[in-house]
């Protein structure tokens, strides 16, 4: 009986520190931070409505969203929502004729119209999106993010917590190094996010009164740790900002090959398919994880990915069109559209293969492996019954953890001890957080194994 006890002692701990509570894609579109892969804002009545909902019944939370650009991820808006239990916030992403630009309008009292002052129907929030540095982009396309920024651990009293109290108590936060409310500063452990965000987008055409709803792509456990404000640049996956990190986030949405259906035909009309990678942010900062393969010896280049395609018809019949309908895609949404000169069918699906970029795993003996490119792949369909979107069929790369070796000499490389001395003349530096047990997480493998030497 001893002995019996002792074994489930073991496995208890067991469970705890491996991957019960793993970071990972949740399959209930819950978490504590939502991609939102596309807005449309366009000139004639294209709109988007985003929905965010706290949907813990007991716990206030504070939520930072971030409007990034299709071509280059250039930041265009961000601002903090303010949500208190079972809390819905909405906004809307359109073109203003008058202004001449994209506007985030709500009338919700969940953002701020000013410092201290929240938006209502009298006064709504109506922020103009800032114009792009590359005339070629623009604010008309982009997708958008929500990071839970902390969680109030109080539970809430009897009644709604009032939106100024839940502002106060968050700009007012002692943090876990003494600091309060300080920009970047240790979230103390108390007020990590859970994992109570979910929504939904609703792009809609005024033209034709249609719409289709979009859903994000939901991370349980992405844990942001420190305090964000508005106003400043919060990056998916920056480093000691969550406890996924970048590495991990790309491991989650790395796909090996993608299936997704298409319309060809004048009676369902054409079919959109869209990829959306938001970890490229081309020209915004330095290269890191995957997109460093692209880009070697650059700074900020433009990191294109590339894929082979094998097009069906609803009679198991294929086609490999040549030249490839598949572009570079270079951007950080691309798209390519059905039409009767790329796709010979009226009706079927297509299977998009991901090429791989060659990693070199580190050790005495360095191995090969293949990484597959980070993307949030969907469909939308354009044609006389309507529109209508959905996400569907995709084959998960295998594990695309990255080592040192994949990092240039002048990029920092995160840090392990484990591969220490293989770090070469690499500086140090703080690590990703990812890291952190990387090389013994039997939940995380899939496809190949590794020895630590």
Known sequence: ??????????????MVATPAFAMNVSPSGQGDALIYPLYVALDGGWATKFTVINT?????????????????????LDFLLFLSPADVWTGT?????????VVMESTDDSCLVDVGVFASAQNPMVKALVPTSDATDNGFLGYVYVINAATNPALASPGVPSKSSIFSWYYTLVLADGSVAQNNGPLPPAAYPRNVLAGYADVSWGGTADSFALKPVALNNYQNKVWIDAGQETWLGYTNQSSMGLLRLEDLLAKRTVRLPYYNNSEKGHTFHFFTFPTKVTGQKVKLGFWNYLSAGEVKPRACATADAKVFDLTEKFSVVSPSPVPQMCSEISWLETLPETIPFQEGWIRYSMRAETGVWPGPVPSGRALFPPVVPFVINVGPQGLFSLQTAVDPGPFNRFSFADFPVGVPAPVNPVYAPFNG??????ADPSWAGWDSDPGLYTGFSITVE
């Open 425 to 430: 003349i690499r500086t140090p530096w703080a």
């Open 56 to 76: 813990s019944e007991n716990y206030s939370t504070v939520a930072k969203l971030v409007v990034r650009s299709w071509k280059n991820s250039q930041e265009l």
């Open 93 to 101: 992403l359109r073109y203003d004729p008058a202004r001449g630009a």
């Open 1 to 14: 009986m001893h002995r019996f006890v002792k074994v489930l002692a073991l496995l208890f701990a067991f």
